[in-house]
């Protein structure tokens, strides 16, 4: 037995989703560089794992990594 918890990381199609709710995530993000929130996003991709979804994707003013957590409580 071991508590070790293996997290399987699925990519999924971020462009696969309406339009208007990929321009809402790529607008409402948070910047840990600049410590911002709502400067945007480019090249975003779309994880899933067992129990979250999340983009990453490059902030529109410093480009360093940014991730968005998305809640997927309607199934
Ligand atoms: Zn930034």
Avoid at 26 to 52: F, H, I
Wanted: aromatic share 8%.
């Amino acid at each position: 037995m071991s508590d070790f918890l293996e997290e399987e990381v699925i990519e999924r199609d971020f462009f696969s989703r309406p339009l208007e709710v990929q321009e809402d995530l790529l607008q409402q993000t948070w910047c840990n560089n600049c410590a911002e929130v709502d400067l945007g996003m480019k090249n975003p991709k779309e994880y899933e794992s067992k129990d979250r979804v999340w983009i990453e994707g490059e902030c529109l003013k410093c480009g360093q990594s940014t991730v968005t957590e998305i809640d997927e409580s309607e199934e």
